[in-house]
């Protein structure tokens, strides 16, 4: 009697104590591994674009510049700002010698003119650059901040005119 007594609190759901779990398709899993492989391996092959010096010398702008609107407020951190601007400036005097990938997409008349613009608007940056450290130089962070709005303005209007559009899949 007492025994039924106690299998009424032994809960359904729990397996006996000498119950053994099926072990795992082992043939599953060593076929599913390398085709998880191969589809990002083929992803990652057909998602990156051929890189370029210009598009360095951008993608380095642009991490110094996102660090920089972070911290532009901050007086504390003036002479990181500065190194931040140094490293702008830098890649922006280099990337001013080179085209953009775009040119290549411009009818041969037109292309003299399209690099020329870039030029200009590459001069047009880097004079805001000047300002910037100069801002940083004088710990004027609030004009430091309305000038990286301006240079923000700045890099969307030269990557609408200068960057070649990517294609949407």
Known sequence: MIAI??????????????????KP????????LPVVCALAVGVSAFAAEPE????????KMGSAF?????QAADA???????????????????????????K??????EQAKFVADY???????????EKLEAAFKANN????????????DAQKAGHKAFQKKKDKK
Not at 5 to 22: D, H, I, K, M
């Open 5 to 22: 007594a106690l299998r009424a609190f032994v809960p359904v759901s729990c397996p006996p104590a000498n119950y053994q779990f099926p």
């Open 25 to 32: 398709n082992m043939k599953i899993r060593s076929l599913l």
């Open 52 to 59: 370029t010096e210009l598009g360095n010398k951008m993608d």
């Open 66 to 70: 996102r660090a920089l609107r972070r």
């Open 76 to 102: 504390t951190k003036n002479a990181d700002s500065l190194a931040k601007v140094a490293t702008i400036k830098e890649n922006a005097l280099a990337s001013l010698k080179l085209e953009p990938v775009k």
């Open 104 to 109: 290549k997409d411009i009818p041969a008349a």
């Open 119 to 129: 030029q200009a608007k590459m001069k047009e940056f880097i004079a805001l650059t």
């Open 141 to 152: 962070n609030a004009e430091a901040e309305k000038l990286l709005a301006q240079m923000g």
